[in-house]
T-cell receptor, first 115, second 114 residues
Framework: GAGVSQSPSNKVTEKGKDVELRCDPI?????LYWYRQSLGQGLEFLIY????????KSGLPSDRFSAERTGGSVSTLTIQRTQQEDSAVYLC?????????????FGPGTRLTVT | AQSVTQLGSHVSVSEGALVLLRCNYS??????LFWYVQYPNQGLQLLLK??????LVKGINGFEAEFKKSETSFHLTKPSAHMSDAAEYFC????????????FGQGTTLQVKP
């Protein structure tokens, strides 16, 4: 079956611009996660959605970052007024349930470059 | 707070040699532990996970890992390296009964020499 897909695969933007990154999880997966992979910080958790519950936003680095998940499926991560330190690969993952025992399936990521 | 430490950012082995990638965790209670592999320009793929059943966990591609509570370790091994094993490997921890969010180590790049 189809895995987790993300778009775009690459995004180059100018400092100060807003960007939107999209994630399509595996059908039927109720949990969705965003992670960021950067040279300086490694792999870090950003935000987690589970069904209709309030998201866990504890990993968002600043208020320029926000995310939503519409209809319990597709998710969009928005970065406002991008900065050069936002350059990273943004990974999305989904799992059947938001519990540690359930495997997370990762998408290929969106590589964001802020110039 | 939980954390994961991977010893060695780069490991180089010869084809056919033993692969040993080290991972130590810090957690107040035994967590769930994971090893992921990332090939260039791809997402992460789960190799194996420890969820408190057997302490020796077998995964895909011939990899296995042993959970040692006394050493707070979860090292990844493979008896004989293949060229196709060259990739970046991440150890991760997740708290039991939590949301499932993963805390990752810094990663280890495995190089396999012919």
């Amino acid at each position: 079956g189809a895995g987790v897909s993300q778009s775009p695969s690459n995004k180059v933007t100018e400092k100060g611009k807003d960007v939107e990154l999209r994630c399509d999880p595996i059908s039927g997966h109720t949990a969705l996660y965003w992670y960021r992979q950067s040279l300086g910080q490694g792999l870090e958790f950003l935000i987690y959605f589970q069904g209709n519950s309030a998201p866990d936003k504890s990993g968002l680095p600043s208020d320029r970052f926000s995310a939503e998940r519409t209809g319990g499926s597709v998710s969009t991560l928005t970065i406002q007024r991008t900065q050069q330190e936002d350059s990273a690969v943004y990974l999305c993952a989904s799992s059947l349930k938001g519990e540690s025992s359930y495997e997370q399936y990762f998408g290929p990521g969106t590589r964001l470059t802020v110039t | 707070a939980q954390s994961v430490t991977q010893l060695g950012s780069h490991v180089s082995v010869s084809e056919g040699a033993l692969v040993l990638l080290r991972c130590n965790y810090s957690s107040s209670v035994p967590p769930y532990l994971f090893w992921y592999v990332q090939y260039p320009n791809q997402g992460l793929q789960l190799l194996l996970k420890y969820t408190s059943a057997a302490t020796l966990v077998k995964g895909i591609n011939g990899f296995e890992a042993e959970f040692k509570k006394s050493e707070t370790s979860f090292h990844l091994t493979k008896p004989s390296a293949h060229m196709s094993d060259a990739a970046e490997y991440f150890c991760a921890v997740s708290a039991r009964g939590n949301t499932g969010k993963l805390i990752f180590g810094q990663g280890t790049t495995l190089q396999v020499k012919p």
